[in-house]
Every structure is written in structure tokens, then in C-alpha cells.
């Protein structure tokens, strides 16, 4: 009886007091406008339109006539909207016990609104609200880039109250990596109210907090002037431009889709055409397209031979064309049918002698090489803020093993070592790679330069090295860009900035023992071609920045990308990225071989 008496009297006058109170007070939340994003010279990638939402009071019936001339009325205004749409929205949300206006319609662009306002605002059945739209004014150019915002889900309202309350959320790229920033915070209003739910006294409020916006490091017309080159020379692919710092000046995957589309809800027919375009471009593919590094990779191969076996590099490898493995009459083929002759470190990298690397394999194994083409950035995420990054594939034995059950062959060994196999990086970690190879570092790539009024930060991490071997390779790299011979020579050397790169020729299928003679690139079925990479870093002498880039099935790197990334050079020295005067002085270049 105590314990029946505490319920009636203490413990059930909370729960009547709540119901009480909800009956006579009301809070309704004030939505918060979302951020916007800007480049960094202050051009806008994402904004806001106004414009206003329609709602229809609620408690009508279904056919009523009420209903119906409502409906008509906003139809005959807006001869756009669907009216057995906005019927079934009504239906779908009135209830007996919702006192709110139900929104039919989302959006009408301010300009539209403004001349019918003051007649429909006179209708008592009718509420028109403020309201915002993302819209993306620079479309294909930066979409995987910014992102898009959509219509958010029961699972996506319930994380966030925020979104429940706003209806969209940042659903790819940017939009989706910052939303918690973007989105801003809810304000709220709490009034007391009639039975009918009618205000009649505003007992608290408090403004949401918005216009959390980001600077981007991103030059947007450097990104435009790329995606119309790739555009102009008919090819798909990758670029990225970054200062050696970390901060992105440009991430262009070709094609791409109009973000727009997807802002209201993407039609079936618009969606299908993305998803069934050959070329995949609703792919992100500087972070999520991974692709086999070719030649690109021995840089590094070359420092993960020097950090596992001293002195290893100090020797030359002879290349006749070809190696075999043991009694096996299998032949790993250098590029050159002829070979290369006696080749030292930097002539390997100069020329891209294969054999080289297949002998100096065999010596480290391939535990070692992946270990060291992981703490150089390859294999594992670069930590760029935007979502869903891929790590790619850097194989050992503990990995096939996990993968396929098998033990790990000599030959796997070899063909890693001139990135082909199982090796997969995405452009962005070779970029990243690049800036390792030209400064030492290890950096955090970055895409946003400013949040909410406050400047991100460097991340680097210093890679301890044989200065001799890396100064050997960057002089090889130098030889790739300037020097006769080099697989870069001819797109790179006249350049008003002195560049330092590597080009790669990455296979897709392999090519029969059988064939004593490879067919060029242009003869093979086009899907069947390699994919050419160059990645770079500028000026040699001060390493500012890297740009690489992948064309996929182009064939020769140095004769299908190097073009676009000589194209970039000579844009960021028009713009003034590079001091007027050519780094020409180089004295610590000793072209010998």
C-alpha cells in the first residue's frame, strides 16, 4: 500500500505534469542555414539558394473539396509541381494527432514566389517558410571533390537531431566528411499555446548557429583548366596537383556527373545513365580508383632495398633484356628487348631498366620491399579528409596467404618490384609518395584550408633515409625530365621551371611468352591498353610541387601523360605559382651516368 501511495501521489505526478505541459507549451526548432564552401581565392563550390517551402494545414480530409482546391490553387501557380504527388505526401503525414502544417512542396525558388506570395499567404490552409537549397555552381568540376548533399534516412535522422530536423545531409565528399561542421546547430522556439494549438506567448528562445563555412586550398580554375584537357584529349583519368606541404590545389577524376542532380532526389533514368556509363564517373578515383603503379613504384623499391641491405644499391645490375628464375625457362622481360647494359641506380631510373630491379629483388625479398613501400605511403591511406579513402593493395606472404591461401612464388617477388601483380595504389598516394621522394617527408594531404574561420594545420612526418641513395634518386629523376634518354624527356624539358619525375607504363593484361615481339600500345584493343602514369615534383632545386598524372589504357607515360602534366606546369608559372626566373643553376647535378 506505502509503494502504491508513492506511485499515485510522487512518482505519477511527473508523468501527468509532462503530459500537462506539452499541452500547454511548444517547442519548435529553428533550422540552422548550412555552411558554404569556397575556394581559395573566395569562389563559391557550394551555396545556398533561397527560396520557400509550401505546407497545407493539417486535419483535411483526403477528397475534401478544401484539400482539393488547395492543392489545385498551388498547381495552377506552379504549373511544375505533380499534384497526385503532393496528395499522397498529405495523406502519408496527416493524423488525428499531428497538430503541424504538413510540407508538400520543398522548394520554390525565390523568384517564383514573389509574385504569388501575397495571395497565397491570405489563405489560411496554406504556410509558406523560408528555406534554402544546396546548389553546386560549379557542377562536374569539383563534384568529387565538394560532394552533394540529399534527402536523409530513418538511420541517418536518428544519429543526428540536427538532420532530423533539416531533412538533408551530406551525402559524399566534403559535404559528407564535414557535415557535423556544416550543418551548424538548431536553434528553437518554446511557446505557450491554445488546445488548437495556436501561440499565444513566446516563453524562450535561442537562434541557431550557422554559416560554419570551409576555405578550400582547392584553385578552381586550375581544376577547370584540367578537366577541360582530359576532356579536350578524349581520354579519362587522374590528376593531382599538392604543394609539397600536403594542401590539394587540384584533384580532377575524369569523367565526372553534375552534383545538382542529386540535391532534390536523382531520377531513375539520370542515375542509370551514371551508373552504366563504361567510364565510371561516379568514381572518385584519385582516392577510391586503385590501380597498378608500374614504373612509378622503383623509387621506392630502390629505398626499401637501401633500408633492408646495406651497400645494396652501390652495385650494378647487367640487363640483357630478361631474366630466369632457376631451371625455368620463363622469361621477366624488361621493357627494352634489347636491355640496358650495366646499370647503376640512377641510369635505372633515368632509362626504367626492369632487370635491374628483378635482380636486387631476389637479394631483399618481397617481406622487405612492402614493408618499406608502406612506410613511404603506398598500400595504406594517406589520411586526406574526405571519406571512404581505399588503402589499395602493397602484397607480402602474410597477405596472399590471408587472401588467397597459397605461399608466395619468386616471381611474385619480381613483378612487384616494377609495380605490376598485386600491387594496387590510388594517384593520391603516389602524389603523396612524390613529396616523400622530393623532401624527406611524409605529409598529410589536405583539402580544406580554413573551418569556421580557423586554419588546419601541416601534418608531416619525417622518413629517415640514406641521404646518398635518395640524392642519387632525385637525380635520377631529374635525368627522366632533362636529360636524352630519359623516359620524360621530350614533354618535360622545356619547361620555364626545372622538373624532376617518373613516368610508368602500367600493363592491365598480360603478354604471352609466346610473343618474341610486343605490339605497341596504339595496336592493342583500347581496354587492353597500359595505363601511363608521370608523377613529378617542381622545382628540383626547391621542391614546391608535385603533380602526377594517370591517363587510363594511354599507353607510354611520358608520351600520353606527360603532355597534360607539362600543360599544369606551365599554367601554375603563367599564374605566378613560381617565381618569374627559370631554376636553371643547378650545380650539384653531375649528368655523368
Not at 145 to 173: F, W
Not at 310 to 325: A, M
Not at 430 to 453: C, F, G, N
Request: aromatic share 10%; hydrophobic share 35%.
Amino acid at each position: 500500500m506505502i509503494a502504491r501511495l508513492y506511485h499515485v501521489s510522487i512518482k505519477s505526478n511527473f508523468y501527468y505534469e509532462g503530459l500537462a505541459k506539452e499541452n500547454i507549451e511548444r517547442k519548435q526548432f529553428i533550422k540552422p542555414v548550412r555552411g558554404e564552401i569556397f575556394d581559395l581565392n573566395g569562389n563559391l563550390l557550394a551555396m545556398n539558394q533561397i527560396g520557400f517551402s509550401v505546407s497545407i494545414k493539417p486535419h483535411l480530409k483526403y477528397n475534401s473539396e478544401e484539400l482539393i482546391d488547395v492543392v489545385d490553387r498551388l498547381v495552377s501557380t506552379f504549373t511544375d509541381l505533380n499534384k497526385t504527388v503532393m496528395l499522397k505526401v498529405y495523406k502519408k503525414h496527416n493524423s488525428p494527432y499531428n497538430h503541424n502544417y504538413i510540407k508538400v512542396v520543398d522548394f520554390i525558388h525565390y523568384s517564383d514566389m514573389m509574385g504569388a506570395y501575397p495571395k497565397l499567404s491570405l489563405n489560411p490552409s496554406i504556410k509558406i517558410e523560408a528555406e534554402t537549397k544546396r546548389y553546386y555552381p560549379y557542377g562536374k568540376y569539383v563534384a568529387h571533390i565538394v560532394g552533394y548533399t540529399g534527402r536523409s534516412n530513418a538511420k541517418e535522422n536518428a544519429k543526428d537531431p540536427v538532420v532530423n530536423e533539416v531533412g538533408n545531409v551530406g551525402k559524399t565528399g566534403l559535404e559528407r566528411y564535414y557535415n557535423d561542421i556544416l550543418e551548424g546547430e538548431l536553434g528553437y522556439e518554446i511557446s505557450k499555446v491554445t488546445a488548437t494549438n495556436k501561440a499565444i506567448e513566446i516563453l524562450e528562445k535561442r537562434l541557431p548557429k550557422d554559416n560554419k563555412n570551409l576555405q578550400l586550398n582547392i584553385d578552381i580554375n586550375l581544376q577547370e583548366m584540367i578537366y577541360e584537357r582530359f576532356k579536350e584529349s578524349n581520354k579519362t583519368g587522374v590528376v593531382v596537383v599538392m604543394r609539397t606541404s600536403g594542401e590539394i590545389l587540384s584533384a580532377v577524376s575524369y569523367p565526372s556527373y553534375d552534383p545538382n542532380l542529386f540535391v532534390g532526389g536523382i531520377s531513375l533514368k539520370d542515375w542509370k545513365a551514371l551508373q552504366n556509363d563504361i567510364d565510371k564517373p561516379f568514381t572518385n578515383k584519385f582516392i577510391h580508383g586503385t590501380y597498378p603503379p608500374g614504373s612509378t613504384i622503383k623509387m621506392g623499391v630502390a629505398l626499401a632495398f637501401s633500408k633492408a641491405q646495406e651497400g645494396i644499391l652501390d652495385t650494378p645490375e647487367f640487363c640483357n633484356g630478361y631474366i630466369t628464375l632457376g631451371k625455368s625457362k620463363h622469361k621477366f622481360r624488361c621493357w627494352s628487348r634489347w636491355g640496358h647494359g650495366t646499370v647503376r641506380l640512377r641510369k635505372s631510373i633515368r632509362e626504367s631498366c626492369d632487370v635491374y630491379y628483378y635482380n636486387k629483388s631476389l637479394k631483399v625479398g618481397i617481406n622487405a620491399m612492402a614493408r618499406g613501400l608502406r612506410t613511404f605511403g603506398l598500400g595504406v591511406k594517406t589520411g586526406v579528409d574526405l571519406p571512404r579513402e581505399y588503402r589499395g593493395v602493397m602484397p607480402d606472404k602474410a597477405w596472399k596467404m590471408k587472401r588467397f591461401k597459397q605461399s608466395w612464388y619468386m616471381g611474385e617477388t619480381v613483378i612487384s618490384a616494377i609495380g605490376q601483380g598485386y600491387s594496387l595504389v590510388t594517384p593520391l598516394q603516389v602524389a603523396r609518395y612524390t613529396a616523400m621522394l622530393a623532401t624527406s617527408k611524409l605529409v598529410t594531404p589536405r583539402i580544406v584550408k580554413v573551418i569556421d574561420k580557423n586554419e588546419t594545420k601541416n601534418m608531416t612526418k619525417t622518413i629517415h633515409l640514406n641521404k646518398k641513395h635518395l640524392h642519387m634518386i632525385q637525380q635520377g629523376m631529374y635525368d627522366v625530365c632533362n636529360i636524352r634518354g630519359g623516359t620524360g624527356y621530350k614533354t618535360m624539358s622545356k619547361l620555364p621551371i626545372v622538373v624532376a619525375g617518373k613516368t610508368g607504363t602500367s600493363q592491365v593484361t598480360s603478354i604471352p611468352q609466346s610473343t618474341v615481339k610486343r605490339l605497341k600500345e596504339h595496336e592493342l584493343a583500347y581496354y587492353h591498353r597500359s595505363h601511363a602514369w608521370i608523377t613529378t615534383y617542381a622545382p628540383y632545386e626547391d621542391p614546391k610541387y608535385i603533380v602526377t598524372v594517370l591517363v587510363e589504357h594511354g599507353g607510354h607515360g611520358g608520351s600520353t601523360a606527360g603532355p597534360i602534366a607539362a600543360d599544369i606546369y606551365k599554367w601554375l608559372y603563367r599564374n605566378k605559382y613560381f617565381n618569374d626566373t627559370k631554376h636553371s643553376n643547378i650545380s650539384d647535378i653531375n649528368t655523368s651516368k
